[in-house]
């Protein structure tokens, strides 16, 4: 009766398990078979593919169940997992994630003679975490979910033990994630004390009544404000939004290029995925101590802040992995547009395509830079443009995507969240987003300039292209290409599936 009570349905949350023992796998098999990189690269993505096999028959179910009117969601261990469909596409891009992740970091463990078996385990586990996240439909989850996936991505920021600038990554992400992590657990604490819950459900309907659900009594709403507050903050700092952002830069340039790839793409989706779990589905009631107002009305000034920082700042730098990292601030300031749009497809939809074109960007950027990624300054690439051709042409398509050019992925999920905010009434927020999408194409074209356009030592050699940045450069502008081409099936799912999840309005 008792495992009745608490919905023990293991089945849907399949995908993480297969991705946690696939996760534990990887460790065991490595530490009896040191010298297997490749199979351990096989066994990761053998169970990234069963986790995505698994995850399309739950959307299915979830498809199946809102069709009979079964609900908009399911649920499962007293609540605090949900599946939807908005956590299922979150699920795909954290597979995808982890999947092209797991193809690029193959040579880079093996030229710098690194514990692959360490790493593969992080990777999967951080997986974990992200889709926890997904998946929550309560905070404790939610926090679960952040932890298993903030430990495991510290570690994989500073994997080169003997590189100080990987030292000082990780050291940096571990204190500043920390500080926000500590944000997060105090707002959410507060949030409790003023509802009396910690499901994301009952929250709405607390704040809806303006009652605390434990004592039946009016709900202090100075505490509910502060643990707002507190949440912002905190979802601020993991989603890289200003002024929260500071970490961003350092963290990324000092993180080997496929941890950067994967961080910059995996946690980011997985923040955003998590502060609209906890703010369009719990906070989006309309109150009479308008909560939902105040919290908009300041996610439009943060937005608009995080987008001009981000290409400002961006517009100054010399160092190509610090340009993406002003670059994705920028991008968590579009993908914001969406969010106060209330449409998690487009947010959806616009981090995979930033997703895809990122790692793909970070790809070419672990060959370029060199043996231990010495040559990051835009300086160290002049001439390189004629030697590199086919790396160079697949930079300036992945740059020339974020800059949101037409045919291109990053195009598409720029419309799609720009329409979708001007279709709400959001006009001044797009506006904004234009300008600053016409400005970042100066700084997306300086690394073409430096690589065509500028005289180097001819007697450089052209950078050594491995099979695993080969193949990862492929997929990613397979995949860039056929979001800004062909996305016309995606966005018929991810239509059929808007107004299935059960949003409060």
Not at 37 to 56: C, E, M, P, Q, Y
Not at 268 to 284: H, T, Y
Not at 367 to 378: F, I, R, S
Not at 399 to 407: F, N, R, Y
């Amino acid at each position: 009766m008792q495992a009745q009570a608490l919905n023990l349905n293991y089945y849907y949350v399949l995908p993480h398990i297969i991705v946690a023992v696939t996760g534990i796998m990887s460790l065991l098999f490595g530490a009896f078979n040191k010298k297997a990189h490749r199979d351990l690269v096989f066994i990761n993505l053998a169970g990234i593919f069963t986790a995505g096999a698994s995850t399309w028959k739950l959307w299915n179910l979830v498809t199946t169940a809102s069709q009979d009117g079964v609900g908009k969601s399911l649920t499962a261990f007293s609540g605090m997992v949900v599946l939807d469909h908005m956590s299922l596409a979150f699920i795909f891009i954290f597979l995808i994630v982890a999947f092209l992740g797991t193809i690029l970091s193959l040579n880079f463990l093996e030229d710098e003679d690194l514990s692959p078996e360490e790493f593969y385990s992080l990777l999967m586990f951080s997986t974990v975490g992200m889709m926890l996240m997904a998946s929550s439909g309560d905070m404790v989850m939610i926090f679960l979910g952040l932890e298993i996936s903030s430990i495991a991505t510290y570690v994989l920021a500073g994997y080169r033990r003997k590189d100080l600038r990987s030292n000082e990554s990780a050291l940096k992400y571990f204190i500043l994630g920390s500080l926000s992590t500590a944000f997060l657990l105090y707002g959410m604490a507060l949030v409790y004390g003023a509802t009396g819950t910690t499901n994301l459900e009952s929250i709405a309907t607390a704040i809806k009544q303006g009652t605390n659900l434990v004592t039946s009594q009016p709900m202090t709403v100075e505490i509910l404000y502060i643990g707002v507050a507190m949440l912002l903050v905190g979802f601020g700092f993991k989603i890289a939004t200003a002024p929260f952002h500071v970490w961003t830069p350092d963290v990324y340039q000092g993180a080997p290029s496929a941890v950067t790839a994967f961080m910059a793409s995996g946690p980011k989706a997985a923040g955003f995925v998590a502060f609209l779990r906890i703010f369009v589905i719990a906070f989006a009631a309309d109150t009479s101590f308008e909560l939902n107002a105040t919290w908009t009305s300041i996610l439009q000034v943060l937005a608009i802040l995080t987008m001009i920082i981000g290409n400002v700042v961006a517009l100054s730098q010399t160092d190509i992995k610090r340009i993406l990292a002003y670059s994705s601030i920028a991008h968590a300031g579009y993908a914001l547009i969406g969010f106060l749009a209330n449409d998690w497809t487009s947010v959806a939809f616009y981090m995979l395509t930033y997703s895809v074109m990122n790692i793909g960007a970070f790809a070419v950027i672990s060959v370029m830079a060199g043996k231990n990624e010495q040559n990051t300054e835009l300086e160290t690439w002049a001439g390189m443009g004629f030697k590199s051709l086919g790396l160079s042409i697949a930079l300036l398509i992945f740059m020339l995507s974020m800059a949101g050019m037409p045919l291109t992925g990053g195009f598409m999920g720029k419309f799609l969240v720009f329409k979708t905010a001007w279709d709400k009434g959001l006009h001044a927020l797009v506006i904004v987003a234009v300008l600053n999408s016409a400005a970042s194409i100066y700084y997306y074209l300086r690394p073409m300039v430096v690589l065509f356009f500028r005289e180097g030592n001819e007697e450089t050699p052209a950078p050594l292209l491995s099979w695993s940045a080969y193949v990862t450069i492929l997929l990613a502008l397979a995949g860039t290409f056929y979001l800004g081409l062909m996305p016309g099936k995606l966005f018929s799912l991810l239509e059929a599936a808007r107004d299935t999840v059960a949003l409060v309005r």
